[in-house]
């Protein structure tokens, strides 16, 4: 383990044991949450300054705060001794952070923890931090983050000693400081100032330093409220560097960008699930009916790609019936998608045939039947009866439908499954919806076409694709990609209850409705919003 990740380690420690947060600690050393944040994932670097900082702000050497985070813990409440008795961080960098206000306060041993119920009993000491874990990670006992890890050592953090008891050279206090603190002086006179102490005989106090509050830099960019600001500032970033490398030259920038989309939206991906509270299988085994045929053919999974016209409209537009048709464009249908249910480690056999919303996978079932010829069968244009492999979004899109009384429930034969989140990519698709929104609104399409090309590729390269060596979750891509055509059937499904004719739908984002459909569908690019393709008659030329 690196220096870098041991005082990650045991800043999470410190945070841990003094009850901080990030926002508190930034506050501290004049930085903002986001900068604290990306410094703790690892995605920037803690500097030489920002360690002096660190030592200040809590009492230590940085002797004492490099040298880990049991050893961090056990001097900050006095059950281990410094490496350097006396020595404090001090300097230029020390008069700049503010104190906490009221000061870091310790018990003087570490609180026992309460026995909570359906506590898992640790299989091993982790091979990150040596404290007892409950989970394992390829056979091994881990912490599942690094919160973890700096929990598990300050609750396991040696008891303070007692200390002598020794006269205090100052009867109005139950303890000496360890540097001379300016005291107001009572009505009838100045006080005489307190004789020094050894550190040796008093029990050890985090120092408040007469530090005057750091002012927040005025470059500081504001956060959207939206979406994490850290992801948002690497896209603008990463926009602005390239096309300064090219003088300007926004074709090929974009080129560039395009090219390049696949390791960057990869790299704001593992920045998006720092912190995160699962930590998700990027190569589980793979199943065999996810695994492809051959080089280019498919795996058993149906993902209800849609591609219906309605034949009664179509018929009376063949007797000579002129019907006004309106061709609707979903945007970003597969942003939009990323907001879905997805599996977070190996699929695994489930033959209950019940659907649990807590696991999140591919099912084989038999369908029921449609038998509504106004609107598309939410299983696509699929034509063969009987048994087939389906993906969560379309399974839990089918139980939908049964809910509202459109059809029977599927019957399902078998599932494999995992335990699931919904928000296992949000960070990341807040981010992109962001920085697209903030593009469009400033005419910036260099950063649109960018943030296409990121969550397109993503999505097309997560199965068993070479361009993608980082992530092989094939199961993820079917999911999204059958979210992205269930979102474009319930856009068919709303049009239809408004009273609007359903003339077509067909892949991910085209939707043909007669009627008025502005009061149903906002017009603009933002993703809950549709705009228009174009218009037409049917039975007349398009």
Not at 305 to 322: D, M, Q, V, Y
């Amino acid at each position: 383990m690196g220096v870098e990740e041991i005082l990650r380690l045991t800043v999470a420690a410190l945070m841990a044991r003094t009850g901080e947060r990030q926002s508190d600690l930034a506050e501290r050393l004049g930085l903002s949450q986001a900068q604290v944040s990306r410094k703790q994932g690892g995605t920037a670097h803690w500097s030489l300054e920002d360690v002096d900082r660190l030592a200040a702000h809590y009492g230590l050497s940085v002797l004492d705060l490099l040298a880990g985070p049991t050893h961090a813990v056990g001097v900050l409440h006095g059950a281990t001794p410094p490496l350097q008795p006396g020595v404090f961080a001090s300097g230029t960098h020390a008069t700049h952070v503010q104190p906490l206000d009221p000061p870091i306060a310790l018990p003087d041993t570490a609180p026992a923890p309460a026995p909570t119920a359906g506590v898992r009993e640790p299989v091993g000491l982790c091979v990150l931090c040596g404290q007892p874990a409950a989970e394992e990670v390829d056979g091994y006992p881990q912490h599942l983050s690094a919160e973890e890890c700096a929990a598990a050592i300050a609750a396991t953090a040696p008891a303070a000693p007692q200390a002598a008891p020794v006269a205090a050279p100052e009867p109005a206090t139950d303890r000496a400081p360890l540097t001379a603190q300016p005291v107001s002086p009572p009505a009838d006179g100045p006080a005489a100032p307190p004789a020094p102490v050894e550190r040796a005989d008093v029990q050890p106090a985090v120092p408040a330093s007469p530090a005057v509050p750091a002012a927040k830099p005025a470059s500081q960019r504001a956060t959207p409220g939206y979406a994490s600001g850290t992801l948002v500032e690497q896209i603008t970033d990463r926009v602005r560097d390239v096309l300064a490398e090219y003088g300007g030259d926004a074709d090929a920038a974009q080129a560039t960008l395009i090219k390049t989309a696949i390791p960057d939206v990869m790299t704001l991906l593992k920045a998006s699930r720092v912190g995160g509270r699962y930590e998700h299988s990027e190569f589980p085994p793979t199943q065999e009916i996810l695994r492809k045929k051959s080089q280019k053919g498919a795996d058993e999974i149906w993902e209800g790609r849609p591609k219906w016209r309605n034949t009664e409209l179509f018929a009376a537009a063949k007797r000579g019936e002129k019907i006004e048709v309106t061709a609707l464009d979903m945007n970003a249908a597969y942003l939009s998608a990323l907001k879905c249910w997805l599996p977070i480690g190996q699929l695994r056999d489930d033959t209950s045939g019940i659907h649990d919303p807590k696991k999140s996978g591919v099912h084989l079932i038999t369908p029921a039947d449609w038998e509504h010829s106004d609107l598309p069968n939410p299983l696509g244009n699929r034509m063969e009866p009987g048994e087939l492999w389906v993906s969560e979004s379309t399974l839990r899109l089918l139980l939908d439908c049964a809910r509202q009384g459109l059809a029977e429930a599927p019957v399902i034969h078998r599932s494999l499954v995992s335990g699931a989140t919904e928000a296992l990519l949000e960070k990341l698709r807040r981010a992109l919806t962001e920085s697209r929104k903030t593009a469009l609104a400033e005419g910036d399409e260099l950063t649109v076409a960018y943030v296409k090309a990121m969550y397109s590729k993503l999505v097309s390269t997560i199965g068993e694709s070479s361009a993608n060596r980082e992530l092989r979750r094939p199961d993820w891509m079917h999911i999204i990609r059958a979210k992205a055509f269930a979102n474009l059937w319930m856009k068919a499904h709303k049009a239809h209850k408004a009273g609007l004719q359903v003339v077509e739908i067909s892949g991910t984002d085209e939707l043909h409705v007669a009627g008025d459909w502005r009061p149903v569908f906002p017009e603009g690019r933002d993703l809950n919003q549709v705009k228009e393709k174009s218009a037409y008659i049917l039975g007349g030329k398009r």
